[in-house]
């Protein structure tokens, strides 16, 4: 006497199979656009290096702000989906750019003022610590 076991997967099974599949194959995706838009700011920040004349025009034509516009669009993400962190005069235009601003408890006053929340200081997982507490 032989034990023959059957599997009977169910549609719910499978269904589930592709959900599983389809994430995977997008979070792919979006880690191969990622590392290429990487790979395109770094190509612009070394041209810009290069030219002193066209690193200071760069420098004050966006810095952060500016990448952080070049990757809403790529990424097709709106301000109202955007949160910024930081904690020094540099931030106050990303702050400017995003839909929420997330001042570090050892941000400048300014930016604490201009912020809609204020976490740990950036020794303290002031970042994981919000994401902990407002994302997940």
Do not use: C, H, W
Request: charged fraction near 30%; proline fraction near 1%.
């Amino acid at each position: 006497m032989t034990n023959k076991f059957e599997i009977r997967y169910s549609s719910e099974f499978f269904e589930e199979l592709d959900a599983i599949a389809f994430y995977i194959k997008n979070e792919l995706k979006n880690k191969i656009a990622a590392n290429k838009l990487v790979k395109k700011v770094e190509i612009e920040i070394e041209k810009r290096q290069k030219n002193p004349k066209s690193y200071e025009q760069y420098k004050t034509n966006g810095g952060y702000s500016y990448a952080l516009q070049v990757i809403q669009k790529y990424f097709n993400i709106s301000k109202e989906n955007t949160i910024s962190f930081g904690d020094d005069y540099s931030d106050l235009e990303v702050f400017e750019k995003s839909g929420k601003g997330v001042a570090m408890g050892n941000a400048i006053v300014d930016l604490k003022q201009m912020a809609d929340y204020i976490t740990d200081d950036n020794n303290s997982n002031g970042i994981a610590n919000f994401i902990n507490q407002y994302i997940l």
